[in-house]
């Protein structure tokens, strides 16, 4: 695997085209598929497929192991009879590049309804059980969220799903994977490989805070005693209180593992490598208590190191690990990521220190590593060129050799592709050479703007496609 030399490309499942007003399973996909192959590249990174939480975020689910139904392909509904013609209409956006999610939220699940109560009169409903081992537990979590219409926490404790609700989500869960294995074995079979991304912590309004409470740090009432967020940085003098609930590594080590040991066998079934979110929990994790004003006043606590590592990979041997290791490491997290034996990401993005050097620099990207050109959390290259730090867009300017007259992303793109890292990354909108409107997420803000681009049909053309696999042959990445 390392000794070899592959490329590939990030985009959300949700970001792709489509006309109902969402990235899906379907065509779209299948066709990014195909352009990915024409691009000479090996490999499709997605953000996680999960059910989305606050703010829309993939990172804030109420699940670690569901898929997110807004992302079920209709027109395949519709083929199985389960969706009418004027039902598909119904569904149409007249806007192809952003997802609006309050839209989508009052009237797709009305719709897939529609579809369950169809198929629900089918003898093959009654056939067979899917399998899916988490899923009895989400879909009656699924169930009473969809009755109450609130986090757990308010829910009386005798609260009992409506049984059509927990098949509604049973439904919906089967559905949505049937469509997902389709579609993984379609990359497979075209040579792409799937890239997951699995955030280290999970929602406090999730499954797994509500049926296994003994796998978190909780006080005696069963409240969460303490939670996750990160410390005061360069660009945040109170830190960052994220709220997540911190596993019990201490007073429940065995479950905790158990736990990781299901998600990660999980994984494996879903993806051929995963990106880490988080990655330096594994060595020490911030704690903030529940009833602080600010994360600033949390600590630092160890984290499970390479035994939990170790555990993961010998359950799931098959699966590739990439460790996101980016933001301020102190000296002791720095020496376990980098000797932990994953690779790790540089990003160029945060590579042009006009002043110094910089690890991240195509030149000084070891091979044991994943460069990228920038993540769903970073602005697009374009947008720090345009909108950065001058003198830092100055020298990526000089360094990469940027040409207006071929467009300034194919020389970021050969910059990446260049270095002498085993992966290199690059976001669709860093190919497509889009500016700010085009940015995935802003971390720490809310609004519309987050989680919602997508792209147009018309960017998979032969042009792209062609100027791509030209740069990926250069440099020795393609198959």
Known sequence: MY?????????????????????SLGASARRFVDFLS???QSY?????????????????STSAFAGNPLLIDLDELAAQGLLTTEELDSARCENPDRVDYEHLNATRIPLLRKAFERYAQ?????????????????????????????????????AQPDPDGVAFHIFLQDTFYRQWFHLKEYANQKHIRIMGDIPFYLSADSVERWSHPELFQLDKDGHLANVAGVPPDAFTADGQFW???LYDWKGNKKGVFNFWRERITWCARLYDAIRIDHFRAFHTYWSIPADAQTAKEGHWEPGPGMELLKVLQRTAPELELIAEDLGDLDADALKFVRTCGIPGMKVLVFAFDHL????????????????????????TFMEFLTQGNPDQARFARQYLRLREDEGLGWGLIAGAWASGSYLAMAPLQDVLSLGADARMNTPGTAGDHNWSWRVRMDAFNPYVSGKLREITRTYRRCL
């Not at 592959?6 to 990235?23: D, K, Q, T």
């Not at 109450?148 to 308010?154: I, K």
Request: glycine share 10%; with cysteine.
């Open 243 to 245: 709220g997540n609930p």
């Open 44 to 60: 499709w990174q997605i953000l996680p497929l999960v059910p989305l939480g606050h703010g829309n975020s993939p990172y804030m």
């Open 38 to 40: 024409e691009s000479g």
């Open 3 to 23: 000794d070899a030399r592959f490329s590939g490309i990030l985009l959300a499942v949700s970001s792709l085209p489509g006309p109902y007003g969402i990235g």
């Open 122 to 158: 089918l003898p093959a409903a009654q056939e067979e059980e899917p399998d899916l081992p988490w899923l009895a537990d989400y879909a009656r979590f699924a169930a009473l969220h969809d009755q109450y219409g609130t986090s757990w926490e308010e829910w009386p404790e005798d």
């Open 356 to 379: 110094g050097e910089s690890a991240y620099l195509p030149h000084n990207c070891e091979k044991f590593s994943v460069v990228y050109t920038g993540t769903h959390d970073t602005p």
